[in-house]
């Protein structure tokens, strides 16, 4: 199986097939067999009156750091068990001591998926896998299957940076944090995303699985099966050090995990030489967000607070900032930053501070004026946005002043503004922000915006209800996707006002003087990209902004932000697209001029990206009108410094690293009784014996039986 | 555990077809080869629930091609219509495989006088009584083993049919099925063969008639009653009538049993 079997071809995978025939087939029965070959992948007739698919899941896989691995697996040929219903902690007790028919495999409630019943159902060897429904609405008391302490050891404190601010001393962020997305399980852990399976599954439990008056039920039962094999162990540098000794002994390398990379997208307000260094004495006022997110399952990661809220403000603000009339007589530049992978480890960020370090960006840390970070910001607490500042570089006498300007700054461009910018107390440190990789590496003054306070407002963060309910958008009923895209939500028209004053404090940052009242953030745009990064990507505006070769990355389920192994997932490339349009302008290139910017007469391929994007659609006819966009809009490399240096068990960058499988698939069917079994054995068994017995005498007497006539009979001699 | 399943089915389907093999045709070369060519001739309508050898495949792949183009050039959801089109190829498989059984023994009919031509004192090694058993020997195991073999693959698991509410004994019905379509074959096969060595057009007819009967009586699935005792019934006739033919008789049986009995005292031979 090639990479794209074992990354994201989940569903190419099932019924993958062998078509390998022997070289002295002749042509017709080489014919047959590739008939019968073809017709065994498709499921033939009696495997559809065995078993029933399940087409609607996500696996938990498993993934890999410097010391550990996280995540679960199936054994090599999946895992069976018959199925029980777990609705009530109750219902654990037969899983865990009265069944009689062990192992089970687990339907799991979602309210039910926390730590206290995983640890349970981990010490037990009575379950062999688990199936988790979603719980519809998501559970009240919160769910989060991340840290309680994100990217613990990895941000800027330490024992030698404020050690008493490490390990979450001081404030844990995610209280309702259970940690289980870092645990390890030797079982396979299924979402079933699609209520109508689970409701399958659960008639099929209801038929016949039913405990009845305490006894066991009666075979045959109802099993489920999963397949969820990986083929990394231990660690990233057990598995990192597996690929080289592949790829330098096998003819046929089997890479057995891949690290986790994709492309960090950014653009300046003021276009820049990308090709080389930029003057030291330039300043540049740095804007970050992350745009990628994580929950327990593979490929769930809607994000909705923790990571789309906030890109979409600073995409928005991105936009503001680029309409306002006087943004070229800026004294300083402004670097608009969207990091991702920073839910492990802060893959983007650690990446562009080594690459500035190591002089392989045009910027360096020196160029960087200030740093402002927008983390969370759709929940917020009235009308209160919190800004955090690091308590230990504010020590330094130079620093305060600076940070002690930027929230002053900050704090003066939400006057008149539904918000109202608070500083947090100055004992409080930063919270888990790509900041603090900057930190680490020189003393910016910088500030994190957040919704929060002190611990997360987000109830569910890194898991799969971090949905666009979790922020509270929502539609009027009936409306047409084209309608539903247009709707300004009141979380459009929230955000839009954190959009306003980051722009605005942008702009005094980089040295505007006048006026900033015209400067205003829309609630439209960021309509549009709430639906597009939350509900659906393939719409009208999404289409129309991107490049005609990808349009097929456009789909219409619900677009997920995790970072994944194969560079350049959905999420980068529209952040990248829609930064483009909200940023760029439309430039009068023919198609050739602008796919070759080198050919065109006046255009400056150093300073500027050109993509020619294939249009909205032509209101009187189907055809679409492509157009060409100059932006500033770049994109920088996203993998862990870590694996630049083969350095696969550093505590410096991160070393996530993803395990490849063979196959994800997941089905029920019943199971017989040993019994039957056993009876169908000794029936074939008699018969054979019978007949050999028969056969023996009947042969032996052929000359009695087939006499008559003259010549032998049929079995006779 | 399903490995249990697995074994119990193969050993019923082809258990008995195995003895044959082993007690009959392996001590003879002769026999072997026309046993295979037979079965491969049989590869014909394996549509059907079942059916013979490098003829039987033959047959099996032409009906099969045009059940496939029927099924594909017509409606999808016109379930009566669908249902027709698989009766049709059925019985179209049936008279195909029965064409093709005609070829054979033709074939042989010019193997016979090739051997005779060969052998030192004039007259064939083998019988054609012979090779019509042999040859329906071969039929049968292979039609056998193309209704067997994609349920032989499932059986190992790990799941059992009945998830859709079919019965539990889908298997072990199967395995009997296949056990008496190889027999049906054999037997068929001296009959069809007698029928056209002596001009007897109603045993060829009655061959037709049985293998139309029983390949029909398997729509009466899933209700599994109503194909296998139909099938068990006609190969109980099949089987005297052929043994009739093949110099049987009710005083030969009488012997036989009465010689099987009593080991001591051997009857001399007629």
Redesign the interface.
Known sequence: MGRAGGRRGMTAVVGSCWISLPAWCGP??A??LA?LVAG?CEG????R????PLNKTAPCVRLLNATHQIGCQSSISGD?GVIHVVEKEEDLNWVLADGPHPPYMILLDGNLFNRKVMQQLKGTSRVSGLAVSVAKPSPPQGFSPGLKCPNDGFGVYSKDYGPQYAHCNRTVWNPVGSGLSYEDFDFPIFLLEDANETQVIKQ?YQDHNVPTDGSGPEY?L??M?LFSHMHAVTSTVTCMRRNSIQNTFSINPETVCDPLLDYNVWSTLHPINASEKVDPKKEFIMVATRIDSHSFFWNIAPGAESAVSSFVTHLAAAEALHKASDVHLLQRNIMFTFFQGETFDYIGSSRMVYDMEKDKFPLRLENIHSFVELNQVALRNGSILWMHTDPVSRLNATVEPQVKNLLDILSNSSVGANITLQEVGFSQPLPPSSFQRFLRARHIPGVVLSDHQASFQNRYYQSMYDTPENIQMQYPEGLSPEETLEYVTDTAKSLAEVATVVARALYRLAGGANDTSAIQADPKTITQMLYGFLIKMNNSWFQSIIKPDLKGILGDEVPQHYVAVSSHVNTTYLVQYVLANLTGTVINLTKEECLNPEKAPNAEKEMYDYAWVQGSLDPNSTSRVPYCVRSTVRLSKALSPAFELREWGSTEYSTWTESRWKEIRA??????S?E??????????A??VL??I??????A?A???????R??????Y | MTLAVFFGCTFIAFGPAFSLFLFTIARDPLRIIILIAGSVWGWGPWATSGHRAFFWLVSLLLSSLIWFIAVKASDPHDEPLQKGLLIFGVMFSVLLQEAFRFLYYKLLRKAIEGLVALSEDGCSPISIQQMAYVAGVGFGLMSGAFSMINLLADALGPGTVGIHGDSQLYFLTSAFMTMVLIFLHTFWGILFFHGCENRRWWEIVAVVVMHLAVSGSTFCNPLYVGSLVPSYVLMAIAAVWAYMLSGGSVQNLRRFLLCAQSEASPQPAS
């Open positions: 017709l029965p014919l047959l008939l065994s033939n007739s009696v495997e009156k065995i078993y029933i069976t099929c045959p109802c099993a099966q089905r029920i069917f019943l199971v017989a040993k039957l079994e056993i009876i169908t054995l000794v029936v074939g068994i018969i054979l007949s050999l028969a056969t023996h005498f009947i042969n007497k000359d009695v039986l087939f006499s008559i006539p010549d032998p009979g049929a079995v006779s």
